[in-house]
């Protein structure tokens, strides 16, 4: 992430967190919200869907014509089911994001920030849960983690949300671990 964008997303986050309770459940307005919250000082459009078709590296996304309609889908099927996210172990905290962030990120509702508006969305709920966050760090932008992740996105395809559930407990795990070294200084 570019200086200005991470301050962007670092303020999203603080801010989101003040407004989001431990019983909220989200809705597509939440999503909204978030992708705004980080991009609307970069981007005039942030918030809204995408009015052009995308594909990635050959992977086509979900037509620009159908994003309403699956993000309803989206919100019924899979947000109404994990949000709020509750307490619980990590593989089940885990498990919840999963779902979550492979479903939206396969839909790819923005032009741009669809990843990162993701990432957050994903903190937000582990927050929810009790947990002091995710620590995304490991997968990078490129190289061998960051093919992981994008994998264990196209798993989400066939609804095998495994891949992505380890991805999740990494990050759960990452930022269990940073909270357990500051508190035993």
């Not at 603080?14 to 991009?39: C, M, N, P, S, W």
Request: aromatic letters at 10%; one cysteine or more; a positive charge.
């Amino acid at each position: 992430m570019e200086d200005e964008e991470l301050a962007a997303y670092m303020m999203a986050e603080r801010e989101l967190v003040q407004t989001f309770t431990a019983g909220h459940r989200f809705a597509l307005d939440d999503i909204d919200l978030i992708h705004k919250k980080f991009l609307g000082r970069i981007y005039a459009w942030a918030g809204r869907y995408r009015d052009v078709n995308l594909s990635k590296g050959g992977f086509v996304f979900a037509s620009a014509r159908a994003i309403p309609h699956v993000m309803r889908d989206f919100e019924q099927r899979i947000l109404r089911v994990h949000s709020p996210c509750r307490e619980g172990s990590v593989n089940e905290i885990a498990g919840h994001l999963a779902v979550v962030h492979a479903e939206f990120l396969l839909i790819h509702p923005y032009r741009v920030g669809n990843g990162r508006a993701a990432r957050l969305l994903a903190t937000l709920m582990s927050y929810q849960a009790g947990m002091p966050g995710l620590d995304f760090g490991f997968i990078g932008s490129r190289g061998k983690e960051f093919d992981r992740y994008v994998s264990a996105i196209h798993a989400g395809l066939m609804e095998d949300y495994q891949p992505m559930a380890g991805i999740m407990k990494r990050a759960l795990t990452r930022a269990l671990r940073k909270i357990r070294l500051k508190k035993s200084r």
